[in-house]
């Protein structure tokens, strides 16, 4: 049965002339139909074809009419006037077919596109993959397709992956999958997540750079053509590429370090100064229990990519640059503060820029001492008491850093001197001093039994380095709002914890 696509014609009454018309002795020039293309080759798998067209000396109203016998060329719609679109169906034999596009407007000659499908040769390889370069961490490919209209899928994965999942159609469903995965969180279809997305290719792609991979490591790069309705109608062509494994160089760090109760200064001294490494420090129970790191290597490794991953997530940063920002060159000036009585590891070791560790990672374990007491002796005395504040002079015999803070007395009534202390560090929220003081406490509840309390206190150590002495007071009854003055007074507050 003949197939045609017939835009109508809207005029009704028109003078037809055979070849010309004739007005006041001027002829009127005769339509040409000028196609872009009068023979159009299409490979087996079948592939959506446009034809782009003009109209020369058109007449005002007509339009062009399209249409073919071949059942196997279907879908022909003339898209704005300029080009038209139809599809051509896979072609399932070996010999190759070909068939006629009939072009036909007013008055104008008809034109005939020649459409040639190619037979169906499995024999025939649809894809050419070049590996142009290889990277510890990438893959540089590209793809020529022999039909270039066709779209495809192109793809990458372990080759230990794709040979277990067994077959093209495996391989295919996995990779649908893995799209209906991300279509699904985008709220979206698989097709539209696919073809908006721009997911499929068309034509020669040259030069595509795959990144985020693992050195000395086995993958295939490989293609299949896919329409975008999601069939899938050649068979997979993979090619084999394997990531060079990363180069040890001979690298090697020293560490210069003293440990002054739970403060660790120093220097790393690399031996190569112009190398990037990374150093840094992980108490041994939060590698092993926060990270689930058993060995610093493993640490080190995971430590590296976090802080590349960081860099480029919060800084927006390239790869190179989320490497530099993490690493240093030369020697490097540390000063830790760190826990007290705490066993951490000091580490260094170099790293390319794409963010592999390349030489023995180097490092030393540390304990960190107790904290040191201090020999501050604190006095506090009450000197003025309001409805909602409280006025206390404090003395110091050194000038060591303490704090204050003040509890309503139920809460802490009864505790003794180690319970008072582990409560103050369990609540916090206290400001510190130095020297002797004049501490104002506000925000208090009028006519109220309070505590106040005074410690020495370290802060790199973050613990309490004395006795805590305690003062108990009231605030005043509540007055009328109108008999109250207000005011303002400072004290020397050191940091507030």
């Known amino acids: 049965m003949k197939k045609s ?13 055979a070849g010309h018309s004739c007005k006041d002795g001027i002829e009127t020039p005769v339509p040409v139909i000028v196609p872009d293309q009068t023979a159009v080759s299409v490979e087996a798998g079948g592939n959506d074809v446009i034809i782009e067209y003009s109209i020369q000396n058109p007449i005002s109203d007509a339009e062009l009419k399209i249409s073919c016998e071949a059942e196997w060329i279907r879908d022909i719609f003339n898209e704005d006037g300029s080009r038209f679109i139809f599809t051509v169906d896979p072609n399932t034999g070996e010999n190759s077919r070909t068939a006629q596009i009939i072009l036909e407007y007013m008055n104008a000659e008809q034109v005939c596109v020649t459409v040639t499908q190619a037979g169906n040769n499995p024999d025939e390889v649809p894809f050419e993959i070049t590996i142009d370069a290889t990277t510890n961490a990438s893959v540089t490919a590209s793809v020529y397709p022999k039909d270039k209209n066709m779209t495809y899928m192109l793809m990458l994965t372990y080759k230990e992956r794709f040979d277990g999942l067994g077959s093209d159609e495996s391989n295919f469903q996995d990779d649908m999958d893995y799209y209906k995965g991300l279509a699904d969180e985008a709220q979206m279809s698989l097709k539209d997540f696919i073809v908006q997305n721009n997911i499929l290719q068309k034509g020669d792609v040259q030069g595509v750079v795959i990144d985020g991979l693992t050195p000395d490591t086995t993958y295939y790069v490989y293609v299949y053509g896919l329409t975008t309705e999601l069939e899938r109608i050649t068979d997979i062509v993979k090619a084999e590429v394997a990531t060079p494994e990363v180069t040890i160089t001979d690298n090697s760090f020293e560490f210069d370090y003293t440990v002054n109760n739970s403060e660790v200064t120093g220097s790393v001294i690399p031996s190569d100064k112009t190398a990037r490494y990374l150093t840094a420090y992980i108490d041994k129970k939060g590698m092993q229990e926060l990270y689930e790191c058993q060995t610093i290597e493993e640490f080190a490794a ?45 580490f260094a070791a170099s790293v390319t820029l794409e963010g592999f560790i390349n030489s023995k990672i180097a490092y030393k374990e540390i304990v960190t001492d107790g904290v040191k007491p201090s020999d501050n002796v604190l006095g506090m005395t009450v000197a003025n008491t309001g409805m909602v504040s409280v006025d206390l002079d404090i003395t110091a015999t050194n000038d060591d850093e303490y704090g204050v803070k003040v509890f309503p007395k139920g809460e802490i009534e009864g505790m003794d001197n180690a319970a008072l202390a582990e409560y103050i560090m369990e609540v916090g929220n206290f400001s510190l001093y130095r020297g002797t003081s004049k501490v104002i406490l506000s925000g208090l509840d009028p006519e109220t039994e309070y505590t106040a309390v005074a410690f020495g206190f370290d802060l790199n150590a973050y613990a309490i380095t004395t006795q805590v002495w305690t003062v108990d007071f009231t605030t005043k009854k509540g007055e009328e709002v109108a008999d109250v003055n207000f005011g303002f007074e400072f004290s020397d507050i050191t940091s507030t914890v």
């Open 5 to 17: 696509f017939l835009l109508t014609l809207l005029a009704v009454t028109v003078l037809l002339l």
């Open 302 to 346: 995971q430590y590296i990519s976090t802080e590349i991953a960081f860099n480029q997530l919060y800084y927006g940063m390239g790869l190179e640059d989320a490497v530099k920002k993490a690493t240093v060159t030369g020697d490097f000036e540390f000063d830790y503060k760190l826990q007290p009585q705490t066993e951490y590891y000091l």
